[in-house]
């Protein structure tokens, strides 16, 4: 069996150095599930990426604390602070675009 994570909290995001890229989402959903192969090759292009896939949902408070309303929502912080998202982003080129603004 995988070995369990916990999630990290909105505290330990917060403190995060460097770019992040957070997704928050579900297995069973199908954007998310859309998604998935260019979410998947940005974070293996970009190895000084820290990257956290959240699954949301009923009882899950982190997404709550970021406004997150619809899945999935990628949020792209740099050292802490979130610069931009992208919800039910629909082309590799958009999800890019906003990886730009986060990296050198």
Do not use: N
Request: with cysteine; hydrophobic share 35%; net charge positive.
């Amino acid at each position: 069996m995988p070995e369990q994570h916990a999630d990290p909290t909105r505290s330990d995001i917060d403190q995060l150095a460097g770019p992040v890229l957070i997704e928050f989402g579900s297995t069973y959903c199908s954007y998310c599930q859309h998604s998935r192969p260019w979410v998947d090759a940005l974070v293996k292009a970009h190895p000084q990426l820290s990257y956290f896939r959240i699954e949301d949902g009923k009882g899950r408070r982190l997404g709550r604390t970021f406004g997150v309303k619809l899945w999935p929502t990628l949020i792209f912080l740099r050292d802490g602070k979130e610069i931009t998202r992208e919800v039910r982003p629909d082309s590799e080129g958009i999800i890019l675009r906003a990886l730009k603004s986060i990296t050198p």
